[in-house]
């Protein structure tokens, strides 16, 4: 029971590990070509948006609501991607596997983890 304490121990120390170096980097997500550009962390928290000045249309703020949603989606899948790759069979503790074990702050994955 001893060894089993120390090993969710330790996974929960590598899950906020790994978390926070995701908190860490950030993806750019892009749409229309690179008219809209959406920045996010590795945790998928937006941190910058920009638009280029030929994509914000007065007469169709329509499209541009669409690019701007489309470069925020790219740049969480960016994100969701980079989440996989960093912490593989630690993300199953995101999605409850183990009762909450990492349910300390920041411990939350707000990409479906």
Known sequence: MGSL????????????????????????GTAGGGLVEATVTGLGELTGLRIAPEAADPADTETLADLVIAAIRDANAQAEALQQD??????????GGFGGLGGGPGASFPLGF
């Open 5 to 28: 304490l120390q090993q969710a121990q330790q996974m929960q120390q590598q899950m906020e590990a790994a978390q926070h170096e995701l908190a860490e980097r950030s993806v750019t």
């Open 86 to 95: 960093k912490l593989g069979p630690l993300a199953q503790l995101g999605q």
